[in-house]
């Protein structure tokens, strides 16, 4: 049996379940099994690239039996580390780990672009082009998203600011691009340390790139990693003449570069905005205008409130998943529930570390899909609610950013909780957001504030509920 | 048989991409908001697809410092598509169609 028809029918295949199972996976009731579709199309073209085996270059014929054995157990200690910890890993610490996996992804198509430059084997002048580009990108798309992880799980506390950072950062990209275009120009003939200065650099690069960037902007910045991370490996699938790889890579390059954008544009920014500014620069000047002071409340008493309301929207952020509070917020909402209350969930587009976050959290809660709406359709409901109850969000519900046109968030859509009769926000301290911005809403007349940790604030209204005792 | 893989350069490589990118585009244009974070997730699985380059270039290392590159490519992009699976996988498992109760 001839080894490249084996290889080239199976990455044929696999590219065929990709797609289809990528296409399954955009529609909630067949998404569960498009993952699975996707798993197999995997399964199979690694296992069919071991047919490599048969039909190595000459100079690699004498190291083939490590190789071999040094490719088996690579497999096995990323196979087995990551699905441990893909396992292992809390809902609400998903995002960092996406971005983990993706940065793994963008180092392995730089390892293959080192390979392939080191060992002088491409040739012709796109190839070579690919090559280095897919290299660069991919050692960006690695220490890029592992600055994004460190942020997210907490390891990396802060901002790099300086007020050079963007001529620095510039200049370090040119610097990039002549090296790069220098390899080119020589048909990839130059000396090894060249290729470590470039990759090295690379990685600063990332770095630099994203160490300035704030935490609410982080799920944009990882989507774009991952469209990043997708366009290195379509380049270095051209570079390894490996059709699976330039599919694979080029769908989820445009896939991802879709996603970013629609990530952006629900904050009304654009990405080169979340890139090259940010939030805190302009902060600190639209300071200091707010009136009036927070109102605390017991949580209990806002819980009985609520109980003797008619209508409640809740507006979750990231502190409900930080505080694994979606069980017990779901208790509270069964709860009003059976008291006749209508209970409904507004989701902001970027609440949470990634769009769609607050949706897997409540989904995980068993919260039903026909009480959680997105903002566009819930935004004018807020006015006739009797009580909007904030969980953990924070820049998402700031009123300034439809007013204040001094506000650095100004021109992003909000949610409209400000216009409920009664506005509860559960809070652990009195902090700022992720945007480093003053809220407004903390301040206004009919905003009440509940202090704590977000498990805790449900516990104590359920209990309060309860011990109003049950029947109608 | 006599089968020889064919060389993907030029217009070929370009129609190959420029079809992909289209269907990367649609497949995400149409898709409700629930659904950005897992197909995140999904997409990131399915670039994992480079540990069979990383494997390509690993089997064909002729040098310590290629063997150490492709060990590393071959690890790396392992940990992407298993990561990306199960972390996927785990996500979509809360969306089972049975965990939406009937309306009254």
Known sequence: MNAALLIDSSYFVAAFLFIYGLKRMSSPLSARSGIVVAGWGMLL????????????????????????????????????????????????????????????????????????????????TVSLSLAVLGGLIGAIALSGSLIAWAKLDGRINGTLRFSALQLVNGSLLLILLAIGGYIIWHGGAVAWPLFAVFFALALIYGVMMTMPIGGADMPVVISLYNAFTGLAVGFEGYVLNNPALMIAGMVVGSAGSLLTLLMAKAMNRSVANVLFSNFGAASDEAEGEIAGSQKPIDAGDAGINMRYASKVIIAPGYGLAVAQAQHKLFELVKLLQDADVEVKFAIHPVAGRMPGHMNVLLAEAGVPYDIIFDMEDINDEFKEADVAIVIGANDTV???????????????PVLNVDMAKQVYVVKRGQGKGYSGVENALFYADNT??????AQKVMVNMIQAIKSLGGGH | MDYTTTILTGFVALYIFMLAAFTGFEIIGRVPAILHTPLMSGSNFIHGIVVVGALWALINASSLPEQIIGFIGVLLGAGNAAGGYVVTERMLQMFKPSNEPGKE
């Open chain 1, 45 to 124: 073209a690694v296992l069919a690239s071991f047919f490599y085996t048969l039909d190595v270059n000459d100079a690699a014929k004498p190291h083939l039996n490590t190789n071999i054995a040094l490719a088996l157990i690579a497999l096995a200690l990323g196979l087995g580390w990551a699905w441990r910890s893909g396992k292992k890993v809390a809902m609400t610490e998903m995002p960092q780990m996406v971005a983990l996996y993706n940065g793994m992804g963008g180092g392995a198509a730089a390892a293959i672009a080192a390979i392939e430059l080191i060992g002088y084997k491409t040739h012709g």
């Open chain 1, 398 to 412: 700031n009123p300034a950013a439809r007013t204040n046109k001094s506000s650095p968030i100004y021109g992003m």
């Open chain 1, 448 to 453: 009440q504030m509940v202090y704590g940790d």
